[in-house]
């Protein structure tokens, strides 16, 4: 039998159990957990250093470092976000809707564990431990095939957070990682359709192209964040500023930094110098229209291309665009755009109400920063990704989106004539 087959069915006993237990073994799970983490801390930072070091010997992008780093402020965080999740309420039981029919039967609709789930992703050890968080909370079994750049750094964290959820009487086998780094194992972890019940994958474009399209198990797919920002007309020009730089800046390397930024024509020759003079005092690469290019703002500029305007760049690199207006500001958003978050800053309300309806994006926000489209910042507590779908979830996915439903009806008798 294969490791990932074994895995499997080991999981989907998990799941049976997890499916029994309550709401008070499961949140006591999670708090052993997050203390774990920190208690660990020296052996999870010892495994990162190795993914660090051998990363940094392939010539890895700075950005995929960034997201491969643990410290102990990243892992103090990790370790917050699970007790944060311990503390909010369990969904799993909650009602959804419920009425008595005309015959008498009196219908529930609730939520359940989807069961086993599987998430395939690549250098991002922190979705070690949100994912098993959110599934040992939801009373899912999780198997984790993590990316090779990150590979001592999941198994140890898998590991640690196993041994937890054990001490508390879980089964060990609710959180597992699979060992092999062979591309066969996301291959068969794919295939097999009546043992995981659902797929998520978290990476780049490639990655989630090959499960979606591979898949035989059904897969929430998340999306990459080739996010905008879009300064209107009537903008108020230092909160442009700030909300471009913050989306830009703070943290790059991430699904929702902002990639691209639009500016009316009516004001790009006020409004955009400032900006574009920050973005390069924070070391950031423009890829510019002629407008842009012709204001002369910064040194570091060049020509964006046709493929600029559709690039996901997780660094700091910013495509930069002038638009006739919020005509073409949608539509230019609504054909490069990812789904995934959208900004417009503007002080004209009508305006504001246009680009919310138009825009189709799990996120869209008015005058704030596309950094805030995460489960913690929305209240979820820790996300298991960010669907840039339609079907079943979409944005954050927090805990909601990790249950089913099914229907309970209580009858005294009836039969259908």
Request: negative net charge; glycine residues 8%.
């Amino acid at each position: 039998m294969s490791e990932v087959l074994h895995l499997a069915e080991q999981a989907r006993e998990a799941a049976r159990f997890l499916s029994i237990t309550s709401t008070d073994q499961r949140n006591r799970a999670l708090l052993v957990m997050s203390h774990a983490l920190l208690a660990k801390q020296d052996e999870i930072l010892s495994a990162n250093g190795a993914d660090l070091e051998a990363a940094r010997a392939k010539g890895t992008p700075e950005g995929l470092i960034d997201r491969l780093e643990l410290n102990p402020a990243r892992l103090k965080s990790m370790a917050e976000a699970l007790r944060a999740l311990s503390l909010l309420p369990d969904p799993i039981g909650e009602v959804v809707e419920g009425y008595t029919l005309a015959n008498g039967i009196e219908l529930r609709q609730i939520r359940v564990p989807l069961g086993v789930v599987g998430i395939i992703y690549e250098a991002r050890p922190n979705v070690t431990a949100d994912a098993a968080g959110l599934c040992v909370k939801t009373g899912n079994a999780v198997i984790l095939r993590g990316g090779s750049l990150a590979h001592n750094s999941n198994l140890a964290l898998a590991r640690v957070l196993a041994t937890a959820a054990e001490s508390t009487g879980l089964p060990r086998t609710c959180v597992q990682a699979i060992e092999t780094t062979d591309h066969s194992a996301a291959e068969e972890l794919m295939g097999l359709h009546g043992y995981v019940d659902v797929l998520i994958p978290r990476g780049g474009a490639g990655l989630i192209k090959s499960v979606v399209e591979n898949s035989k198990v059904p897969v929430i797919e998340t999306g990459i964040g080739n996010c905008h920002v879009y300064v209107h007309a009537m903008a108020d020009a230092e909160m442009a500023r700030r909300i471009v730089v913050n989306a830009k800046c703070q943290r790059p390397s991430v699904c929702n930094a902002a990639e691209s930024l639009l500016v009316d024509e009516s004001v790009y020759e006020t409004v955009l110098p400032p900006i574009l003079k920050e973005l390069e005092e924070n070391g950031v690469t423009i890829y510019a229209d002629e407008k842009t290019r012709g204001l002369g703002a910064i040194m570091r500029i060049e020509a964006a291309t046709e493929e600029d305007w559709g690039t996901e760049y997780h660094e700091l690199k910013m495509s930069v665009k002038v638009v006739s207006g919020l005509d073409e500001a949608i539509r230019h958003i609504n054909t490069y755009g990812t789904k995934h978050s959208e900004s417009i800053v503007t002080a004209d309300y009508p305006a504001a109400r246009r680009f919310l309806h138009e825009v189709d994006a799990a996120a869209v926000y008015v005058n704030a920063s596309t950094r805030f489209t995460d489960g913690g910042e929305f209240g979820l507590g820790a996300e298991i990704g960010i669907s840039t779908q339609k079907l079943h979830a979409r944005g954050p996915m927090g805990l909601s989106a990790l249950t089913s439903t099914k229907f309970i009806l209580m009858g005294d008798g009836q039969i259908r004539e």
